[in-house]
């Protein structure tokens, strides 16, 4: 694979659950873990947090306003293809910019920064909605090089609540999130 197909791969590996997820979801304002955000919140948030990224990155993906359609589902589908389509144009995911974490490419800041929220706003949206979220060891895997990647910058306001104290023999995943200030 080369770079291009690898950084669409991983990205379609990160969007697909997310995207099952919200096709489940029933009720667009129950609430999540995240204080003060229902399920319409959370996707808002994602979808604009990406489409910034974009935008800072020289490009553009259109506001898919529910014109056509009010349904939430059809308007992340439509967000998502034109983000997944960006995941493979090479001028674009090859581009390098400038992170918190320092310089890298765009698809791997794609990767790093949109990716971990796809994942952890995946477990978010599917509480919200008193479904079960189990991550896989890959998944698993991504979250934790993330968060060990933040550092301390992930507990800047608006980004994550404090850790959240669990028992020395909770499971991984329970571990991971409540480094993201997330009860389970």
Known sequence: MNAETTIQARWHDIAAPFTQTVGQVGDWHAPTPCEGWDAATLLDHVVTSQRDFVARNGREVPVFDGSRSDDRRVQWIKHEAAVDALSSDESFIQQT????????????????????????????????????????????????????????????????????????????????????GRAV
Not at 104 to 112: D, K, P
Not at 163 to 177: E, F, G, I, S, Y
């Open 97 to 180: 910019m400038r992170t918190a974490l320092g310089e890298e490419t765009v698809g791997e800041a794609l990767l790093r920064f949109h990716g971990f929220d796809l994942l952890v706003h995946r477990w978010d949206l599917a509480r919200s909605q008193g479904l079960v979220v189990e991550f896989t060891d890959a998944e698993l895997d991504r979250i934790e090089a993330s968060l060990d990647a933040f550092g301390d910058q992930a507990y800047a306001p608006g980004i994550f609540g404090p850790a959240v104290d669990v028992p020395a023999d909770a499971d991984r995943q329970t571990r991971l999130l409540a480094r993201t």
